[in-house]
């Protein structure tokens, strides 16, 4: 990784510049974290960007106190090293997180952290990426964008919900049932998130009704 001039370098406030000797990776969660172990060990350098904090961000602030992984894990395990054998079948969410850290730190994987990229073009002249973040630009000849599909939560639009005086609350702010205990719970769909938060309330002593658009 070096440095890069800009053409109006004498302006203080523009931002620096940085040249990255192999892939720009985008996003430090499995997939991310994935890319750069499997370049890692084909001995190709790479950098990730993370907007957030931390590895894994979702898992830490997005994610329920009970959510286990929805598959047996060996269909979950990244790439070059496994879940710990200790581990269940069905991994508890900070299970999951600490074999995430475990990962990164076996291969050396030091993500740049609250850089959030705000763009990201390819120069069809010089044939390199830059990729632009709140106060860098990043130059390199590839880009590999690992946002995940679940980064931004879907909040459908609900006519009339201004007028409901009680909570609603999405799924990746949902954290535990005992805020609800022995109140009346609306669940709005039956996927693995709605079925799992179903049965967290009824543990927690709320009394769950679930609504679903089909058959």
């Not at 630009?137 to 459908?156: D, F, K």
Request: aromatic share 10%; proline share 7%; glycine share 6%.
């Amino acid at each position: 990784m070096g440095s890069c001039k800009h053409q109006e370098h004498d302006q203080p406030q523009e931002p620096k510049c940085l040249w990255i000797h192999g892939p720009i990776i985008v996003g430090a969660g499995p997939s991310g974290l994935a890319a750069a172990a499997s370049l890692s060990h084909n001995r190709i350098p790479s950098l990730i960007l993370e907007k957030s904090d931390c590895i894994a961000s979702l898992w830490h602030y997005r994610t329920y106190d009970r959510l286990k992984l929805h598959l047996p894990k060996h269909f979950c395990e990244l790439p070059l090293m496994g879940f710990p054998q200790n581990f269940p079948k069905y991994p508890s969410k900070d299970q999951f997180i600490s074999y995430m850290e475990s990962y990164a730190s076996h291969f050396s994987i030091q993500p740049r952290f609250n850089q959030t990229v705000l763009a990201a073009e390819f120069d069809s002249v010089s044939r390199f990426w830059r990729v632009s973040t709140q106060d860098t630009q990043y130059i390199s000849r590839w880009l590999i964008v690992a946002t995940g599909e679940n980064a931004e939560p879907v909040i459908p639009e609900i006519l009339g919900i201004e007028r409901f005086t009680r909570t609603v609350v999405h799924t990746s702010m949902y954290k535990s049932g005992s805020e609800f205990k022995n109140q009346r719970v609306l669940v709005v769909g039956c996927g693995n998130s709605g079925m799992e938060v179903s049965l967290d309330l009824c543990r927690q002593n709320a009394i769950p009704h679930m609504v679903v658009r089909n058959t």
